[in-house]
């Protein structure tokens, strides 16, 4: 069974930053795409930023410019730095690695993210 283990969640104040690690089992080669996704209270889970297999990039919107998703290969982990953080990023952030060819997809449990002065 492949599992995800995300870290790095905590409460910061406005302004602050985070980063967010997922260390993934089973090698991130072999995943087409690994994201983060966030859930905030009373709120639809939603994609926070994405990474392709081959590097390519995509962000929310809302996080455009204040976030930055990578990958280690080599350590199997996906990171999410999270810098200028607003209220609003206050969510369970999820990591979540998915398989194109046969739609296998993966979720991690989450890690709380609290921003607030």
């Known amino acids: 069974q492949v599992q995800l283990v995300e870290s790095g969640g905590g409460l910061v104040q406005p302004g602050g930053s985070l980063r967010l690690s997922c260390a993934v089992s089973?090698?991130?080669?072999?995943?087409?795409?690994m994201g983060w996704y966030r859930q905030a209270p009373g709120k639809e889970r939603e994609l926070v930023a994405g990474i392709t297999g081959g590097g390519t990039t995509n962000y929310a919107d809302s996080v455009k410019g204040r976030f930055t998703i990578s990958r280690d290969i080599a350590k199997n982990t996906v990171g999410l730095q999270m810098n200028s953080l607003k209220p609003e990023d206050t969510a369970v952030y999820y990591c979540?690695?998915?398989?194109?060819?046969?739609?296998?997809?993966?979720w991690g449990k989450g890690t709380l993210v609290t921003v607030s002065s």
């Open positions: 979540h690695v998915h398989k194109s060819g046969d739609g296998t997809e993966y």
């Open positions: 089973v090698s991130i080669f072999s995943f087409n795409h």
